[in-house]
């Protein structure tokens, strides 16, 4: 049972640049979510979903994109890579009801 | 989620047990309490969490007051592995905005040897 899989761990990117955190799970959970965590702060959230087909903003959306095509895939999408979005991105997971958030290990991002 | 108000750091001696105390005066009746910690820049790791009755697992036991305003984390024998920030956050579960947890500042745990 792997839980909450990221990828890439680390990635550089340019200015302008596009590319997507891959996040998946295997633990049929219904709800995910994207968090930011920058230096010295606390994890701030981008987005969300409830289930499949269904995606809502969190506190700091904006420059990021979002699907859920599948209860186990939920991508996050950097359209146009700016050096404020450089960051330690965390995805989770967790099942119905009052259960946990599981987190994964994390995506470092670096954008210059 | 209610506000959360924790210290931002404490120290214990590795063997004893550490407390960790956090207030959340405004919580709902419908909030949980939820402990994680994060360790270096790993993913947080959940811990525990309640309601109004206190819990206890494997990993540390929680203690919240009969009013709900206030809770405790107890790891009752710290090592130094336990070094980690630790977040308290009041959420509540279901709903269309579940999946919002709210991580505060958190409280910074060393411990000693």
């Known amino acids: 049972n792997a839980g909450v899989t990221q990828t890439p761990k680390f990635q550089v990117l340019k200015t302008g640049q596009s590319m997507t955190l891959q996040c998946a799970q295997d633990m049929n959970h219904e709800y995910m979510s994207w968090y930011r965590q920058d230096p010295g702060m606390g994890l701030r959230l981008i987005h969300y979903s409830v289930g499949a087909g269904i995606t809502d903003q969190g506190e700091v959306p904006n420059g990021y994109n979002v699907s859920r095509s599948t209860t186990e895939d939920f991508p996050l999408r950097l359209l146009s890579a700016a050096p404020s979005q450089t960051s330690v991105y965390f995805c989770?997971?967790?099942?119905?009801?009052?259960?946990?958030?599981?987190f994964g290990d994390g995506t470092r991002l670096s954008i210059l | 989620d209610a506000k959360t108000t924790q210290p931002p750091s404490m120290d214990c001696a590795e063997g004893r047990a550490a407390n960790l105390p956090c207030n959340h005066s405004t919580i709902s009746g419908n909030e949980y309490v939820y402990w994680y910690r994060q360790i270096h820049s790993q993913g947080p790791q959940y811990i525990i969490h309640g309601l109004k009755n206190n819990e206890t697992n494997e990993m540390a036991s929680l203690i919240i007051t009969e009013d709900r305003k206030s809770s405790t984390l107890i790891l009752p024998h710290a090592t130094l592995r336990d070094t980690a920030v630790y977040y308290c956050?009041?959420?509540?579960?279901?709903?269309?905005?579940?999946?919002?947890?709210?991580f505060g500042q958190g409280t910074i745990l060393t411990v000693h040897p």
């Open positions: 989770a997971s967790r099942p119905g009801g009052n259960q946990p958030q599981h």
């Open positions: 956050i009041a959420s509540r579960a279901g709903g269309t905005s579940y999946g919002k947890l709210t």
